[in-house]
């Protein structure tokens, strides 16, 4: 082996690299690229990965490596590969998508000796397919068949699914195909667990995992087939730097491995659809005609003299249900008791002091609560602000439901599901529930399903809410027997509409429309550059000067919006601010913003990341 004298390492922060280290003597023939090493950066003892090696430098003073952590590499050329296309689609360093990829108990200076499978090439053409499903039985027999006919060559598969919920339920569909040992990668795993699951896919003694996003990474060598279960899940885009799609690594990784895809949707993205020409993906459709009974209640006329919102139709519906012993669900997208907490004398609203958001009040644990930090605290008996007792909690959440529910139908068993509720309620005759109940997908069916407030799917500051809001209604469309009764506001709502009449092609193609004449991904790409840090003014000041630089030397083809304060603007004690990029040309954009960021004289206190298509 060649005694190369310099090891270029990247490291997992934002910061471009490679970085020369020299290579002491003693280690020299022994380090080979993809290997984990322990190196001095920025004063600080940080993990490293060998990116290349060479004979030289032309920088002087190099500092030596630290450690070799083990005498294997981890990343093989795939891997590698995965994650240059990581950054140059999402902005993020090459250090930061390879630390995504190892497991927790490597992303430290702890050496490890780890066995490696020897690489071999997959011998079957990389089919991919979408399948396209209108309901949640028929498809598996063609997974199933895939997924045999890849293990039968002695290939590895990766099955990807949202939610750790989900994951028994598609072990026991396709169980009858899979190895007697596979690899589960879930929530519940310990770090220890999920190194042991890695390791064992990395030496081949393991094919298959079956687990969340992060499993896309599973370092399985051959690969033959990535199946990507319900496409459109909220919980396939990462929210943490590098905020990478999950669709688009599994392509990314498909087209690295040459290996093939199944891309499984009961309602898809719209990027999805704009990126599904014929030769990239063959689609098989699961179609049946529509089995329940759509229907929407205008509520603009509807008045209550409480604050619930159970129409008179919605009541008449569950009364039937109820009446012919069918079980029945009434959806509401909010947790808690009431949304609200203010004081009647005052106006004051109890906000949560690390957060711009109110907190909410949850009758169960009696207590008010963030949504986004998970703060609580007791609720006051007098207002903080000016000392009066007129506090109170209004608006609607899932747990006020659960009580009006229980006084109009008090002989039926209401029953609550949210994700403060650990366990699914194995009886019950109405489910008061928010989208966590689609965990259960495939696994519940009632006869009614009731959607008491869908249109505040609609008013989020998200370009995507109307594509959303069209996936929950026909994902829990899947889950009703014969009727689903949606409460509105705004009867004459394009996408409302599309879904009551069963035109999904319409949907798509009058999003498609709208995101085109809004210049909105897929068709031109945004960059959402969020600085934040715990100081407001200095964060604003360092938002300025970056805005100022943007716009100084903006592009042609190129537009820079200006700086605004996010639609969090506080979160978890820091200040936030955003600057969107909007651009033609993914990459360019990109480029011109990196470009930026690097010429900026940083401020220490404040924390950049970038987001592509946010």
Same mark, same amino acid.
């Given at each position: 082996?060649? &005694?190369? *004298? ?30 984990? #090493? ?6 600080? !003892?940080?993990?490293?990965?060998? #990116? ?5 430098? =032309? ?6 490596? *630290? ?9 093989? =050329? ?7 296309? /990581? ?11 390879? &630390? ?32 396209? @499903? ?10 199933? *068949? ?30 009858? #195909?899979?190895? %007697? ?64 799609? *999950? ?20 309602? @898809?993205? #719209? ?77 004051? /609203? /109890? ?37 009066? %007792? ?107 509409? @599309? ?17 085109? %004449? ?16 715990? &100081? ?54 990109? =480029?011109?913003?990196? %470009? ?6 940083? !401020? ?11």
């Amino acid at each position: 082996m060649t &005694e190369y *004298t310099i090891a270029q390492i990247v490291v997992g922060l934002p910061v471009e690299g490679p970085f020369d280290y020299f290579i002491p003597q003693e280690w020299r023939g022994r380090i080979v690229v993809g290997q984990r #090493v322990a190196v001095m950066f920025a004063h600080v !003892k940080r993990l490293g990965v060998v #990116v290349a090696l060479q004979h030289g430098t =032309d920088i002087k003073n190099v500092k030596p490596l *630290t450690k070799v952590l083990g005498t294997q590499p981890w990343f093989d =050329d795939y891997l590698l590969h995965l994650a240059r296309d /990581m950054k140059k689609r999402y902005g993020c360093s090459s250090g930061e998508a390879l &630390e995504l990829m190892l497991p927790k108990a490597l992303r430290s200076t702890r050496s490890l000796e780890l066995e490696r499978s020897a690489q071999a090439v997959s011998t079957l053409d990389g089919q991919r397919t979408w399948i396209r @499903s209108q309901n949640t039985r028929d498809h598996w027999s063609l997974i199933q *068949t895939r997924i045999k006919e890849v293990l039968s060559h002695e290939l590895g598969v990766i099955v990807l699914v949202a939610d750790s919920a989900q994951i028994p339920y598609v072990v026991s569909q396709v169980k009858s #195909v899979l190895p %007697e040992k596979i690899v589960i990668h879930d929530n519940e795993r310990t770090a220890k667990e999920e190194l042991e699951g890695w390791s064992m896919l990395r030496s081949g003694q393991r094919k298959v995992i079956v687990g969340l996003r992060s499993a896309v990474f599973a370092p399985i060598d051959p690969l033959g087939l990535i199946v990507l279960y319900d496409e459109d899940n909220p919980s396939f885009r990462e929210e943490q730097s590098p905020f990478y799609q *999950t669709r688009e690594v599994v392509m990314m990784r498909a087209n690295i491995h040459q290996c093939g895809v199944l891309i499984v949707t009961f309602s @898809s993205t #719209v990027e999805l659809v704009f990126h599904s020409q014929p030769e990239r993906l063959t689609a098989v459709d699961y179609s049946e005609p529509q089995k329940a009974r759509r229907q929407l209640i205008d509520m603009t006329n509807f008045e209550s003299k409480g604050p619930m919102m159970i129409s008179f139709p919605m009541r008449n519906n569950l009364e039937k249900a109820l009446g012919a012993g069918q079980k029945a669900m009434i959806v509401i997208n909010r947790r808690g008791h009431s949304t609200v907490t203010r004081c009647l004398f005052c106006g004051h /609203m /109890m906000r949560c002091p690390r957060c711009t958001t109110n907190l909410s009040y949850s009758a169960v644990k009696k207590r008010l609560e963030c949504r986004r930090c998970f703060t609580s605290q007791d609720l006051p008996k007098k207002c903080p602000h000016c000392g009066k %007792e007129y506090l109170r909690s209004l608006g609607v959440g899932v747990e006020r439901v659960v009580q009006e529910i229980r006084r109009l139908f008090p002989a039926a068993r209401t029953q609550r599901f949210d994700r403060d509720v650990q366990v699914f309620p194995p009886q019950f005759d109405v489910l008061v529930t928010t989208q966590a109940v689609l965990r259960m997908l495939g696994r519940v069916v009632v006869h009614t399903i009731g959607i008491l407030d869908v249109d505040t799917e609609f008013n989020r500051a998200d370009y995507r809410s109307s594509q959303k809001a069209f996936s929950l209604l026909t994902h829990l469309s899947l889950m009703a027997k014969e009727n689903i009764v949606i409460q509105t506001m705004n009867i004459d709502n394009e996408t409302l509409r @599309s879904f009551i009449s069963g035109k999904d092609q319409e949907f798509y193609q009058n999003e498609l429309l709208l995101r085109k %004449e809004l210049k909105l991904p897929p068709y031109q790409h945004w960059v959402a550059v969020l600085l934040r840090g715990p &100081e407001e003014k200095i964060v604003s000041i360092q938002a300025e000067a970056l805005y100022n630089s943007l716009a100084e030397n903006t592009p042609s083809g190129i537009d820079v919006m200006p700086v605004r304060p996010d639609g969090m603007p506080k979160l978890r004690d820091q200040y936030r601010f955003v600057i969107f990029i909007r651009g033609e040309q993914a990459s360019a954009t990109l =480029d011109f913003v990196k %470009e930026s960021i690097g010429k900026l004289k940083k !401020k220490s206190k404040v924390i950049i990341t970038v987001q592509v298509d946010p």
